[in-house]
């Protein structure tokens, strides 16, 4: 079969099974099982064999359980509650203050977890029902656990940078390092959105009417000090070159375990939740990892890949023409796909494009990880839109949650410009790192 036939064929298999409901890492397991039968015969099979072997027992996909698990740890520990208190006494009596701390408090379950379903989960059941009893318009309060949750991804530790790690080579180390800035800045340009539309739109978001005093207050900043030194630990052993990321997430998931016993929060119920959603995750995680890894294995060797690689970089258009078409592909792609299944789909094909062009595969990665943060909240098939309407209160529906996105979309896309224009934003802090 000739292969630029071969090459419709499968993406267009590979689309229909999407569009039926089939499941991203068993489309691409079926497609290559099929297309490994066809070039090489039954002998081939070994390969996908191979595929799952390797990427099952991989050191560097060792730390996404880990921190998998210490995501739930600190999500089934009920910290936070306590991080909610903090927020709900020092903000509380501003004009859309409980939306701002909502993001802070996402942006630091961020630095916790590396998942965004963590946050999500909390907040819509914390932070949500606590905003709509106070006045707060269903928009803004919706929208800001939505785009809060999405951090998940770009602040370190992050599942997604350490997938794009093992596909790419580039360090997980200068990953993480390259997203705490951009990772800030775009935690402060969505509490600037808050703060500026509450303040012109003031029906958004009443002020709160409880006061505290200064001792009130400072009573519940020591239940911020666990998940900071937690933080702390588990970035700087990484920076410092102590440790491995993967070692980092083991410590990192023995700090969580830790944390939640001294806050008298480590009880045997919780401790099963924790583990059975990191069982859940997991699994996910790894059939995708494996179905995508022996998919695009197959376009190699079938020599797709190459093709599709030669005919982008033979487009008579500059190099920035073909970066910026391949961010509106994610964005596209980011509206009906896993971020996960994205990146195991595309970076084979992609990554070495960008590195042919000149541009650097660790900015490339993290103006990637920025994209996808849009893809967990763009509709219609945005995985926290589900995650937070799963946990809402009845009268709430998908239309407004899909209503409630859209201004914080626009934030994630400045920050990508930003990204992009400044590569010094994602570049600065990994070239201070420390080699491990």
Not at 278 to 292: D, N, P, R, S, Y
């Amino acid at each position: 079969m000739p292969i630029e036939i071969m090459a419709l064929v499968v993406f267009g298999l590979l689309t229909a099974l999407l569009l039926i409901g089939v499941p991203i890492a068993f489309s691409l397991l079926f497609i290559a099982t099929l297309g490994t039968l066809q070039v090489w015969g039954p002998k081939g099979l070994l390969m996908l064999f191979n595929t799952a072997y390797g990427e099952g027992t991989s050191y560097i996909l060792l730390a996404v359980p880990l921190f998998v698990l210490m995501a739930n740890v600190l999500k089934f520990s009920g910290m936070a509650d306590e991080l909610y208190e903090i927020v709900y006494r020092w903000m509380g009596g501003l004009r859309g203050g409980l939306a701002m701390g909502t993001v802070a408090i996402c942006a630091v379950f961020a630095a916790m977890a590396g998942i965004s379903s963590a946050a999500t989960i909390s907040m819509g059941l914390i932070a949500l029902p606590s905003m709509l009893s106070r006045g707060y318009d269903k928009s803004m309060a919706l929208g800001s656990i939505n785009a809060g949750g999405a951090l998940g991804i770009l602040i370190p530790p992050s599942i997604i940078m350490v997938l794009y790690s093992n596909m790419t080579d580039v360090s997980v180390g200068q990953l993480f390092a390259g997203g705490i800035l951009p990772g800030i800045m775009l935690t402060l340009i969505f509490i600037a959105y808050i703060g500026v539309r509450c303040l012109l739109q003031k029906e958004l978001a009443p002020a709160g009417t409880e006061r505290y005093t200064l001792a009130q207050k400072m009573e519940t900043l020591k239940g911020v000090i666990a998940p900071l030194l937690l933080v702390t630990l588990v970035l700087g052993v990484m920076y410092l070159g102590i440790c491995t990321p993967t070692e980092a997430a083991g410590i990192g998931a023995g700090g969580a375990f830790l944390a939640a016993a001294l806050h008298r929060r480590l009880t045997w119920v919780r401790t099963r939740q924790s583990l059975i959603e990191t069982m859940h995750l997991t699994v996910m995680i790894f059939w995708i990892i494996i179905g995508a890894n022996a998919f695009t294995h197959f376009l190699a060797y079938a020599g797709i890949q190459d093709m599709v690689q030669k005919w982008i970089l033979s487009l008579d258009v500059g190099r920035w023409t073909i970066l910026l078409t391949i961010q509106f592909i994610y964005f596209l792609l980011g509206c009906f796909l896993d971020p996960a299944g994205i990146l195991l789909l595309t970076t084979p094909i992609f990554v070495p494009v960008i590195s042919q062009l000149g541009f650097d595969p660790l900015w490339f990665g993290i103006l990637f990880v920025v994209n996808m943060e849009m893809a967990y909240i763009t509709p219609p098939f945005g995985f926290n839109l589900f995650i937070l309407k799963g946990v809402s209160p009845p009268d709430v529906t998908m239309t407004d949650i899909y209503n409630s996105v859209w201004p914080y979309v626009i934030c994630q896309a400045l920050c990508l410009a930003v990204c992009m224009l400044a590569p010094e934003m994602t570049t600065w802090l990994p070239s201070l790192m420390v080699a491990r």
